[in-house]
Nanobody, 123 residues
Framework: QVQLVESGGGLVQAGGSLRLSCAAS????????MAWFRQAPGKEREFVAA???????YYIDSVKGRFTISRDNAKNTVYLQMNSLKPEDTAVYSC?????????????????WGQGTQVTVSS
């Protein structure tokens, strides 16, 4: 059974930083792409960043230069380092693992999801 457990969310002031973690179990972590999505109140879930099995990364424009996705295959964990946070980054952040090693930006390409962790950025 594949499980993804996020941690690291919280309340931070604008300009601050947080590091989210997503611990995976139940499959060969290193073979699959991982991604972070977020859902703000009243909005649809959106793709934020992804990393392939070979460490290729992709970000949406609004987080480029501020967020960094990385993975530690020895720990079966993917991270999202978020710097220079803005109030519009407030959302529930969820990690997901793909059906393959290639990253995608669409939800339907991801097989398993975590429960999410709340990130709140105050102005």
């Amino acid at each position: 059974q594949v499980q993804l457990v996020e941690s690291g969310g919280g309340l931070v002031q604008a300009g601050g930083s947080l590091r989210l973690s997503c611990a995976a179990s139940g499959r060969t972590f290193s073979s699959y792409a991982m991604a972070w999505f977020r859902q703000a109140p009243g909005k649809e879930r959106e793709f934020v960043a992804a990393i392939s099995w070979s460490d290729e990364t992709y970000y949406i424009d609004s987080v480029k230069g501020r967020f960094t996705i990385s993975r530690d295959n020895a720990k079966n964990t993917v991270y999202l380092q978020m710097n220079s946070l803005k109030p519009e980054d407030t959302a529930v952040y969820s990690c997901a693992t793909s059906y393959s090693g290639t990253y995608y930006k669409t939800e339907r390409r991801y097989a398993y999801w975590g429960q999410g962790t709340q990130v709140t950025v105050s102005s």
